[in-house]
């Protein structure tokens, strides 16, 4: 499975980008994915994840309301629609997945559970 991510950009606070992340070699479907950013000299946290087949959504405390996780079924391709962007979502935005993981609701908040990554897409927000 290969992820690439793209989208980012340098926008205005309170603007709205849309990130996408092709899937190739299998269909998301089958997958766990997930979206972390990472800033400068910061860990990479959890942004977004969605179960396999999308039953399930996760979003961040500090993104909930304005980023929406969605799955393309069409173009194979994870969707992270942000709105109400903030400076403080400044980062590189990676997409990750992984193909089973025993408990979603935990697992899928920690980067370290997911076996396949892209290269990351950089957001700006400017204030």
């Known amino acids: 499975v290969q992820l690439q991510a793209s989208g980012g950009g340098l926008v205005q606070a309170g603007d709205s980008l849309r990130l996408s992340c092709v899937v190739s070699?299998?269909?998301?479907?089958?997958?766990?994915v997930g979206w972390f950013r990472q800033a400068p000299g910061k860990e990479r946290e959890f942004v977004a994840a969605s179960t396999r087949n999308g039953y399930f959504t996760y979003y961040s405390d500090s993104v909930k309301g304005r980023f929406t996780l969605s799955r393309d079924y069409a173009k194979n391709a994870l969707v992270l629609q942000m709105d109400s962007l903030k400076p403080e979502d400044t980062a590189v935005y990676y997409c990750?997945?992984?193909?089973?993981?025993?408990?979603?609701?935990?697992?899928?908040?920690?980067?370290?559970?997911?076996?396949?990554w892209g290269q990351g897409t950089l957001v700006t927000v400017s204030s």
């Open positions: 990750g997945a992984v193909k089973e993981v025993s408990a979603p609701q935990v697992q899928l908040l920690v980067p370290e559970s997911y076996d396949y």
């Open positions: 070699g299998r269909s998301h479907a089958n997958y766990h």
